[in-house]
């Protein structure tokens, strides 16, 4: 005759692990997405900044695009401006996201 005798704090234990593994990573997954958006949210603003203040020139677009992504807790990477159109790149931790921004197309100085 076999003992089974405290097999089930063990079973018990091992579920718990796994439980743990799990919660983990669906914490980290949260997390990813979080960031993400939090830089795609970044990026509209700061695309939107820059193509506000296109006609000023570029680099002070750009300076103000930083200054927008800084303030929603992202970092600009790349910021360039064409005419009216302001296309930039922000970063929240590991996540990156694009995003332009200026007049419809076909729009531009028709006003």
Same mark, same amino acid.
């Given at each position: 005759? !076999? #003992?089974?005798?405290?097999?089930? !704090?063990?079973? !018990?234990?091992?579920?718990? /692990?796994?439980?743990?593994?799990? /919660?983990?990573?669906?914490?980290?997954?949260?997390?990813?997405?979080?960031?993400?958006?939090? +830089?795609?949210?970044?990026?509209?603003?700061?695309?939107?900044?820059?193509?506000?203040?296109?006609?000023?020139?570029?680099?002070?677009?750009? #300076?103000? +695009?930083?200054? /927008?992504?800084?303030?929603?807790? +992202?970092?600009?990477?790349?910021?360039? /401006?064409? =005419?009216?159109?302001?296309?930039? !790149?922000?970063?929240?931790?590991?996540?990156?996201?694009?995003?332009?921004?200026?007049?419809?197309?076909?729009? #531009? =100085?028709?006003?």
């Amino acid at each position: 005759m !076999t #003992s089974d005798r405290g097999s089930a !704090t063990v079973w !018990t234990a091992l579920v718990g /692990v796994v439980l743990c593994v799990v /919660v983990g990573a669906l914490l980290a997954m949260g997390h990813a997405i979080a960031a993400r958006h939090r +830089a795609g949210g970044a990026a509209d603003l700061a695309a939107l900044a820059a193509a506000d203040h296109a006609l000023l020139g570029q680099s002070q677009a750009c #300076s103000l +695009a930083a200054r /927008v992504a800084a303030a929603q807790g +992202a970092r600009l990477l790349r910021c360039s /401006v064409l =005419g009216e159109i302001a296309d930039v !790149t922000a970063a929240v931790g590991p996540a990156h996201a694009r995003s332009r921004a200026g007049p419809p197309q076909g729009l #531009s =100085g028709d006003f």
